[in-house]
């Protein structure tokens, strides 16, 4: 019965998983490029390609930064917003809307209004900072300062997500709880930390988790912004998988990568489901 | 209970109101008589710039022709190669379509070109003779015609007129007087500065900062066997990259953020009075317009070639341009040949001079929208123009690695030499192989 | 200003305001922009507020109706997308949650496993099957790819808030003699709502937002871009139409704020009321 149930998300797993992960793992063995008429099998060659350095080390910091820098970020800013927005207070619903707006624009579009945001001559930011006796900055254009510019705009960008899937476990938290406590004379924070915090716990993890595997796979907002420049200092794994594979039309070399990608967080992956799926009662 | 029932059922109907013509396959209007449908891919999104270019050709082969319906594709620039890309590798590409010059031998190398030769040579409408041969030579790939040329640019120096004649100084024609007239205009505490490239996307480096001075000082980043990087050990190609470097590091005559400039960003400078000179090519006055209608040419500004590299004395200038190919594997070749050659012809090529291009070939250059002067440095300027780097199918790869030597400098504080030698070594001994 | 009143500006109001105002700057920016000149969107150092301001921006937007229909393609697709997802994931999540199966454990960690390809590693394999399949230029492609993509965190996110709600109650259902479906909807699905409403915003504004495949699969047909692809549109090789891409930014938020709002008032607050009475 069960099965049954689970079986249309197999349906899923089976397209845009097993699919795609045989076509790479075939692929990445062979040298494929787009503009060479034959693909000769190659072996391991496409991975021995990787390890002999070049910019695959690099990138793999920049992407860890940039996925603990925006989770941290937006993790922090969303659950604060959520639990001030659990006060039923007048244009909370509104507020609350308005906050979540920003979630729908496309990356492509965010990457450009931002990137034109952060522009040393005619954007906003620097005329902000120059308003208030600032020096101005050059946040894209300097080595170090574009990664974390970018992870800025991609706290952003992912704070909505978070508000919103905390804000709908917190609505679920019985008010009584909170009656209770105030009773017993608890002041608020540790109304919070003794309560909010544990109802929210598997939600947390979940959206971090969530979160985690999305901002280590994206990359059309760095690119808006920064193209994976300057030099390679916001340059991501994906952002070289594309790069590769699909502008320059090396199939077997992109396809390696993803390979090794996919391991290194299929491993991450198996110790959080392992975590999460033992420790609930079944039924 | 009821309410969420309900809430369910209108969810459900939704639904089901929304598949179900989405999976109905979109039915033709239904044709009085049986034409056939090619499609012509291009990278003109833009619906203006489309109207007033391309579209106007097509309806005038449609009229002539027909039995023939064309159906355009607009893919965004940036995506333009990869999607045609994966339609011919999914074996649905376009029956005709814009091919950009640095892609045409990748995809002739794939295979997704179909050869030319013998249907030019039939062809009274295209004349090889009549293009400009460098252009022309760029559609030879391993002695084979894989497209013909659709349109062709080159960048030209633009100077500010009002910020020139307050500086004393007159447009330059030598390298060193272009460092002159910019220290000359440059005052950053005021936010006037002397000269600015964009560098904003990973082809600016290669075709608008280091490429025209590369020109004009005869340098090459690759030898033309498309096998060794040449940058370092060519002087003329270190020389020209060494200029541009220094602009912004040693003559200190450029704006903030060097490293990632927008073009629009520069025009504005530009159009305020911010900026003395800029390059950009045929598409910038419609640029220039948009942001002040009245800025004009002669009046505001002013184009002057491309100042001559010390080691030849002659201008040069990066060109770049596409090109028209018709793809293999497409069910009606013989109309796509037909729509390829009716672009070829120089009207065609005159009614899409608003299409941000110059025409390829000399029997337009004197018809309609390019008798206006306005094109006239730019037709001086072609002669000297050539692609800045040799058209390797690892282009991409090149132009990327360009743009970060570069940043190298600029941004990251690096030294020229050893940026020069970093950028020699990546292309001998992994880009090219 | 009575105490109260005056806590409720000092723990709620002020702080929303410090992180809020910020968060939403952007977005006032945009629609400042959308509403400049093309010249004055561009003034160095920019104006903080229209000083002419225009609506050519948003004309320009709609005058050829390609954008209209994008609008009206998006909320089709992003619409069934979130629809079919949540009930997909309805199904699987009460399964993760609440039963023992064979392959659970697989399962569970494999639907994870399906996000961690980025799109530029999955998009040539699945467009060639698609394309094989005949179904490379069509909505119904995107939409079941889109399923595809939402569906793996719908059912993880299903099952985490299923597992908060107590299995006691649903027990006490039992015990008083329905079936476990009648017991899923009367106990379960009412204390899911905020779920399911946090479920389908999620899926709906993953496909609303999403542009690689929407490109690739609707082959550009004007009748059949989404909001992303006509967006695009406005970035052109030598320079990016700036006001025509904030006026459609702006004009893009508006039907997908609208349906975020009812969807809160809906899911997030009608469906509990009264519900839980331990």
């Not at chain 2, 049986?34 to 391309?54: M, N, W």
């Not at chain 2, 590798?89 to 950009?100: I, M, S």
């Not at chain 2, 066997?225 to 541009?244: K, L, M, N």
């Not at chain 2, 080691?311 to 037909?338: D, K, M, N, Y």
């Amino acid at each position: 019965m069960g099965l049954l149930l689970f079986t249309p998300a197999l349906a899923v797993i089976a397209l845009l998983f097993i699919l795609p992960v045989a076509y790479e793992i075939v692929i990445s063995l062979y040298r494929s490029r787009v503009y060479e008429a034959s693909d000769p099998f190659v072996g391991w060659e496409n991975y021995r390609r990787l390890l002999r350095g070049g910019d695959f080390p690099e990138s793999l910091g920049n992407t860890l930064w940039w996925t603990v820098g925006s989770l941290i970020g937006q993790g922090l800013i969303g659950v604060f917003l959520a639990v001030l927005l659990m006060r039923n207070l007048p244009g909370r619903g509104a507020i609350r809307t308005l906050l979540l707006s920003t979630w729908i624009m496309p990356g492509v579009v965010v990457g450009a209004i931002w990137r034109w945001m952060f522009d040393p001559i005619a954007g906003v930011l620097n005329a902000l900072l120059a308003g208030v006796g600032l020096p101005e900055c050059d946040f894209l254009g300097r080595v170090d300062t574009a990664l974390a510019s970018c992870i800025a705009t991609n706290i952003w960008r992912g704070v909505p997500f978070w508000l919103l899937m905390v804000s709908a476990r917190l609505q679920a938290v019985p008010q009584e709880f909170y009656d209770a406590a105030a009773v017993d004379g608890a002041s608020g924070w540790r109304r919070f930390a003794h309560i909010t915090l544990p109802q929210i716990r598997n939600i947390v993890l979940l959206c971090a988790m969530l979160s985690f595997i999305w901002t280590f796979n994206a990359f059309d907002l760095i690119y808006a912004l920064t193209r994976g420049g300057p030099d390679i200092a916001t340059t991501t794994i994906p952002m070289l998988i594309y790069e590769s594979g699909i502008r320059n039309g090396h199939f077997g070399e992109a396809a390696a990568m993803s390979i090794v990608f996919l391991v290194l967080m299929a491993a991450a992956i198996a110790v959080f489901v392992r975590t999460s799926l033992s420790r609930q009662e079944e039924v | 209970m009821k309410r969420q029932a309900g809430v369910v059922c209108v969810l459900l109907l939704l639904a089901a109101g929304t598949v179900c013509p989405a999976a109905a396959a979109a039915p033709d209007g239904a044709q009085a008589r049986p034409r056939i449908r090619i499609t012509y891919a291009t990278p003109i999104t833009q619906s203006d710039l489309f109207e007033r270019g391309e579209k106007q050709v097509l309806t005038r082969f449609m009229a002539e022709n027909p039995d023939v319906e064309v159906v355009a594709r607009q893919i965004p620039f940036d995506n333009y190669d990869m999607q045609v890309l994966l339609a011919a590798r999914a074996g649905r590409p376009p029956d005709v379509g814009r091919v950009n010059h640095s892609t045409v031998q990748t995809w002739a190398g794939a295979g997704y070109l179909v050869e030319l030769d013998d249907f030019v040579a039939r062809s009274t409408v295209i004349d090889p003779n009549d293009y400009w041969p460098g252009f022309w030579n760029i559609c030879r790939i391993r002695g084979k015609l894989y497209a013909v040329p659709l349109g062709t640019d080159c960048r030209v120096l633009l100077c500010h007129v009002g910020l020139f004649r307050q500086a004393g100084v007159r447009p330059p024609r030598t390298w060193n007087e272009l460092v002159e007239a910019a220290r000359k205009i440059h005052r950053p505490h005021e936010k006037v500065y002397g000269i600015a490239f964009p560098t904003n996307n990973e082809w600016s480096a290669t075709y608008d900062v280091i490429g025209n001075f590369l020109v004009a000082n005869g340098g090459r980043i690759i030898d033309d066997d498309g096998t060794r990087g040449t940058i370092a050990s060519d002087p003329r190609a270190a020389e020209a990259f060494r200029f541009v470097c220094e602009l912004v590091t040693v003559h200190k005559v450029c704006p903030p953020g060097m490293a990632n400039l927008g073009g629009d960003v520069i025009e504005s400078l530009f159009v305020n009075g911010r900026l003395g000179m800029m390059v950009s090519g045929p598409w910038v006055r419609a640029g220039l317009h948009r942001l002040r209608p009245d800025f004009e040419w002669k009046i505001h500004y002013d184009m002057v070639p491309i100042p001559a590299g010390p080691a030849t004395g002659r201008s040069g200038s990066s060109q770049g341009g596409w090109l028209i190919g018709v793809f293999q594997g497409s069910p009606h070749r013989e109309a796509a040949l037909r729509l390829l050659e009716y672009f070829s012809r120089p009207e065609s090529f005159a009614l899409m001079a608003g299409a941000e291009n110059l025409p390829p070939r000399r029997a337009a250059m004197s018809l309609g929208p390019f008798q206006d002067p306005f094109y006239q440095v730019f037709f001086e300027q072609l002669p000297n123009a050539r692609p800045p780097v040799a058209l390797v199918p690892q282009l991409p790869n090149v132009a990327r690695a360009i743009q970060r030597a570069y940043q190298r400098v600029v941004a990251g504080g690096a030294g020229v030499d050893e940026t020069l030698a970093w950028l020699e070594n990546e292309l001998t001994n992994h880009l090219l192989r | 200003m009575t105490r109260n009143a005056l806590r409720a500006v000092g723990s709620f109001y002020l702080p929303v305001a410090i992180i809020g105002l910020p968060m939403l700057f952007p977005l006032y920016w945009l629609l400042a922009t959308a509403l400049k000149t093309p010249g004055e969107a561009f003034a160095i150092p920019p104006t903080w507020y229209p000083h002419d301001a225009t609506i050519a921006g948003f004309r320009s937007v709609f005058s050829d109706g390609v954008f209209a229909q994008a609008i009206r393609t998006s909320l089709l697709v992003a619409g069934a997308t979130a629809v079919f997802s949540v009930l997909v994931a309805l199904c699987g999540g009460y399964a993760l949650a609440r039963l023992v199966f064979p392959l659970r454990r697989t399962g569970a960690t494999t639907l994870l496993f399906t996000q961690l390809f980025p799109a530029a590693a999955i998009l040539i394999p699945l467009y060639l099957f698609w394309s094989r399949v005949g179904l490379h230029s069509s909505r119904t492609a995107l939409i079941i790819t889109y399923l595809a993509q939402a569906v793996p965190v719908a059912t993880w996110l299903m099952k985490s808030y299923i597992e908060t709600i107590p299995i006691e109650m649903e027990q006490q259902a039992w015990i008083d003699g329905a079936s476990r479906f009648r017991a899923f909807l009367h106990v379960v699905l009412p204390l899911a709502g905020p779920a399911v409403g946090a479920t389908g915003m999620l899926a709906f504004v993953g496909a609303w937002n999403e542009f690689v495949f929407a490109l690739t699969l609707t082959g550009t047909d004007p009748r059949m871009k989404t909001l992303p692809v006509a967006m695009v549109d406005f970035i052109g090789q030598h320079g990016i139409e700036w006001d025509r891409l904030m006026a459609a930014a702006v004009v893009a938020t508006v039907p997908a704020v609208v349906l975020f709002f009812a969807a809160q008032r809906f899911f997030v607050q009608g469906l509990t009321a009264g519900a839980v009475k331990a």
